[in-house]
């Protein structure tokens, strides 16, 4: 097996127990500034968004975690891209041990409303100057976030 390593960049010596189409949210308020939340079960700052769930589309599932994770109603600027490589950090480990690894389909988005709420899955949201962000993101997240900052036309597919 090929070296992997999780969304946080650490090794995985094993493969993932399960594949799971997913969603994530680019947020960018009026300031320029990048919506992150703190994670409750590993501290790391990351991007909100979540599991699609069976009976919903991408942007149903989008819309609903961004609303569960940050209180935040959001209107979909563009898709930034689709990341499902292994070796780009697209898998997450749980505490209970287990391994998933995402098919994220990452959006451009902008908060239509303003009040942030915590949720049981977060410890802190703050939003973040993009030349400035926390030691402590996500690494499969940090590479979304660079995309979402280049000037592209086509989505990225990694």
């Not at 010596?13 to 308020?29: E, F, G, L, T, Y």
């Not at 690894?101 to 303003?114: D, H, L, R, W």
């Not at 703050?126 to 499969?140: A, C, E, R, S, T």
Request: charged residues 20%; neutral net charge.
């Amino acid at each position: 097996m090929k070296s992997i390593y999780n969304s946080a960049g650490e090794l995985i010596n094993r493969n993932p127990d399960i594949i799971r189409p997913s969603v994530c949210a680019i947020i960018i308020n009026n300031n320029n500034q990048l919506l992150l939340e703190q994670r409750s079960d590993n501290q790391l700052w990351g991007l909100p968004g979540g599991g699609v769930e069976i009976g919903e589309s991408v942007t149903q599932a989008l819309y609903r975690e961004v609303i569960e994770e940050t209180g935040l109603i959001i209107q979909i600027i563009k898709l930034i891209g689709i990341y499902s490589d292994p070796g780009n950090y697209s898998i997450m480990s749980y505490p209970d041990g287990g391994l998933v690894q995402y098919v994220s389909i990452t959006f451009k988005c902008k908060p239509m409303s303003e009040n942030l709420k915590i949720s049981k899955e977060s410890i802190d949201l703050k939003y973040f100057n993009i030349d400035n962000l926390p030691n402590n993101l996500m690494v499969g997240h940090k590479s979304r976030i660079i995309d979402s900052i280049k000037n592209i036309k086509l989505p990225i597919i990694k």
